[in-house]
Nanobody
């Protein structure tokens, strides 16, 4: 099985930037899908952004379009979520997830991903 480990979270002010990293224990292949989700207390885990490993397809939730960018370093088996212009409503625990399934589009529900990290906290003050 594959292991995912997130890092890069922290406490920042509104308007600041953070880059989250996700280390993947086994390098994904082109059609694998990497997703980023976030969750706040009392709410369901929600999709933030995702992409196929070869970069051919991407998907972003409307709330982060133009501010967040997902990417990867294939040689390091690392996925990244660059978060710019952070807002207080971005405060959450952020999770990376990986799917080895062959899918037509980037999935936005948690059940479509087989492997998950344990999360990293992002807190944005006003």
């Amino acid at each position: 099985q594959v292991q995912l480990v997130e890092s890069g979270g922290g406490l920042v002010q509104a308007g600041d930037s953070l880059r989250l990293s996700c280390a993947v224990s086994k390098r994904p292949v082109a059609d694998d899908t990497m997703g980023w989700f976030r969750q706040t207390p009392g709410k369901e885990r929600e999709f933030v952004a995702g992409f196929t490993w070869d970069g051919g397809r991407t998907n972003y939730v409307d709330a982060v379009k133009g501010r967040f960018t997902i990417s990867r370093d294939n040689t390091r088996s690392m996925a990244y979520l660059q978060m710019n212009s952070l807002k207080p409503e971005d405060t959450a625990v952020y999770y990376c997830a990986l799917s080895w399934k062959l899918m037509e589009t980037i999935p936005t529900i948690t059940n479509e991903y087989e492997y998950w990290g344990q999360g990293t906290q992002v807190t944005v003050s006003s």
